[in-house]
């Protein structure tokens, strides 16, 4: 079995090809591309003021 590199200009062809739908190969497409680049993060994200262990506490 020889391994094949897809183009990225072809990954959402690719994934339709394979029976996904246009919506899920968009979004398959946009995942691919963001584990390869890396997300797109903000410089200065908005912060809100509870902590993740006080909104994980909240829910138990």
Same mark, same amino acid.
């Given at each position: #079995? @020889?391994? @094949?590199?897809?183009?990225?200009?072809?990954? /959402?062809?690719?994934?339709?090809? =394979?029976?996904?739908?246009? +919506? +899920? !190969? %968009?979004?398959?497409?946009? #995942?691919? @591309? !963001?584990?390869?680049?890396?997300?797109?993060?903000?410089? /200065?994200?908005?912060?809100? /003021? &509870?902590? =993740?262990?006080?909104? &994980? +506490? +909240? =829910? %138990?």
């Amino acid at each position: #079995m @020889k391994v @094949k590199t897809t183009p990225r200009d072809q990954l /959402e062809e690719s994934f339709r090809k =394979l029976g996904f739908s246009p +919506a +899920a !190969a %968009r979004s398959y497409t946009r #995942m691919t @591309k !963001a584990t390869l680049d890396g997300p797109e993060l903000p410089r /200065e994200p908005n912060r809100g /003021e &509870i902590t =993740l262990e006080d909104h &994980i +506490a +909240a =829910l %138990r």
